[in-house]
């Protein structure tokens, strides 16, 4: 077996044999993989999951590792969480009585969850605001989308938009076309 070899600057904390599918915890890690602490742990307070329970106490785990090291001056709430996995663990085997003398199989899994954390690679830029979008009154709901000017001059003044078709008149009927 091959050695893990982490980075000297990481702390990691790990649970083995949490009762729960590895396949379940694998869609809590995925949502926090990459986010800062404090994000961490508002994603996992309102997770429905109920593994996420159980992610959220080895992630306070991994900060009370990171902040009791001597050697390493962290802030639990600088530290983003580098890596998050849930590997399987051992499955108990068990039976449940069928009709006709049969029996089925139960499988109760198991996983091991790990979370690696490090700190910030320097300050976070601030993110640039999102364009604004076009607003659309309440009181008229059209299909048709509506063309917003962004103040830029075009060069032909039809060069977007296209006409509709106007509307086919009406067949006159038999009578009228007679007299």
């Known amino acids: 077996m091959a050695a893990v070899e982490t980075h000297p600057k990481t702390v990691r904390a790990q649970a083995k044999w949490v009762h729960s599918s590895a396949r379940k915890a694998r869609l809590v890690t995925d949502l926090i993989r990459g986010r800062s602490v404090p994000e961490a742990r508002t994603i996992l307070a309102f997770s ?3 593994v996420a329970k159980d992610i959220e106490k080895v992630l306070r785990s991994a900060v009370a590792n990171a902040e009791s090291r ?19 663990g051992p499955t108990l085997k068990r039976w449940r009585a069928r009709a006709r003398g049969r029996v089925a199989r139960i499988r109760k899994r198991t996983c091991h969850i790990t979370l690696e954390l490090a700190p910030r690679v320097g300050a976070v830029a601030p993110t640039r605001p999102a364009p604004a979008r076009a607003e659309r009154s309440p009181k008229r709901s059209s299909s048709r989308a509506t063309v917003v000017d962004q103040g830029e001059p075009q060069t032909q003044p039809d060069a977007g938009l296209v006409e509709k078709p106007k509307a086919s008149r009406r067949k006159k009927s038999t009578e009228e076309s007679e007299s």
């Open 48 to 50: 429905q999951r109920a």
């Open 70 to 88: 001597p050697d390493l001056h962290w802030n639990g709430d600088d530290l983003i969480i580098l890596t998050a996995y849930a590997d399987e």
